[in-house]
T-cell receptor, first 113, second 115 residues
């Protein structure tokens, strides 16, 4: 069973609108959580990295939140742009064997003009 | 180089053929990872190197898969007697140090199609 579940699987939003992606994980003990953006046919690119002590982290129009108690994270995209169309992947690292990252299946975001 | 470079970007193989996929990590990066990404799925861990040492190969699907990094820089993932289920994108990633709480940089992947 995948230890990282993302929702929704896909979504379509209009340019300029906001959206929020969800990530639930069961990895324990927990070390850190990352959000990656993956354009079609490209490798994932890091957006944010958060340790268990961090509640929120921003990178431009991207803001990630983390609740380590409930094992939930969200990625909020503000004022979406066409270039935000991509797959967004939540990645969790456990404190044991922290190199063995657990990847979610991703949320595919399509931004339309 | 400026980023992680993988080659070939695309490979079509007939079932039973051997293939070799190459990864050039960012210069000086200690950690190197290989992942397998099926269509519409997140990457799955295959193996992890710290310099030339292969510390974990537990994700390799079968003994047909073999990875090496003999000089602690370039790595090769070899798949022998390819099967259709091996069709996937193979991603390589590198990290500056041996502790993977740091930034992980991915290559663009090698898409393998086995006919």
């Amino acid at each position: 069973k995948n230890q990282v579940e993302q929702s929704p699987q896909s979504l379509i939003i209009l340019e300029g609108k906001n959206c929020t992606l969800q990530c639930n994980y069961t990895v324990s003990p927990f070390s850190n959580l990352r959000w990656y953006k993956q354009d079609t046919g490209r490798g994932p690119v890091s957006l944010t990295i958060m340790t268990f002590s961090e509640n929120t982290k921003s990178n431009g129009r991207y803001t990630a939140t983390l609740d380590a108690d409930t094992k939930q994270s969200s990625l909020h995209i503000t004022a979406s742009q066409l270039s935000d169309s991509a797959s967004y992947i939540c990645v969790v690292s456990g404190a044991l064997n922290d190199y063995k990252l657990s990847f979610g299946a991703g949320t595919t975001v399509t931004v339309r003009a | 180089g400026a980023g992680v470079s993988q080659s070939p970007r695309y490979k079509v193989a007939k079932r039973g053929q051997d293939v070799a996929l190459r990864c050039d990590p960012i210069s000086g990066h200690v950690s190197l990872f290989w992942y397998q990404q099926a269509l519409g799925q997140g990457p799955e861990f295959l193996t992890y190197f710290q310099n030339e040492a292969q510390l974990d190969k537990s994700g390799l699907p079968s003994d047909r898969f073999f990875a090496e990094r003999p000089e602690g820089s370039v790595s090769t993932l070899k798949i022998q007697r390819t099967q259709q289920e091996d069709s996937a994108v193979y991603l390589c990633a590198s990290s500056l140090d041996g502790y993977t709480t740091g930034e992980l940089f991915f290559g663009e992947g090698s898409r393998l199609t086995v006919l």
